[in-house]
């Protein structure tokens, strides 16, 4: 996957999502991204990153999509803030909707791919 921009990127990477695509939503991240899976836990590097989809995907089925965004980028970094929303169904078939606020750090590698270095789909969530 090679996105031209970081609103490519989180398209790119809801569609992987919507289609349950483990694979191609790992090649959005950079080896050693972070990514917040519940405010106070992180996963760190691709392998938790790995457990963490793989739980997802597991236990929930649905649709994320972004709502409204925002991208300020200076040289090869890039900030993305959004706001989002998933709806679906979990596991044992509850319904399940979730609207939050995400802020990302992307950064462009010298091949010009955009990778996610840091993911907070918690937004303030995260402050508690």
Known sequence: ???????????????????????AILEFYEQEAVMVIVPGRLARGKEELRKTFEW??????????????????TGDLALFTSKWRFTGTTAD????????YASVVMRRSPQGKWRIVVDNSWG?????
């Open 56 to 73: 997802i995907l597991r236990n929930l089925k649905g649709t994320a999509q972004q709502e409204k965004s925002h991208v300020i980028e």
């Open 93 to 100: 078939g509850a319904s399940v909707s979730r609207e939050s």
């Open 124 to 128: 303030p969530e995260v402050l508690g």
């Open 1 to 23: 996957m090679s996105a031209a921009n970081p609103e490519e990127l989180v398209q790119q990477l809801d569609q992987a999502f919507n289609r349950a695509d483990i694979e």
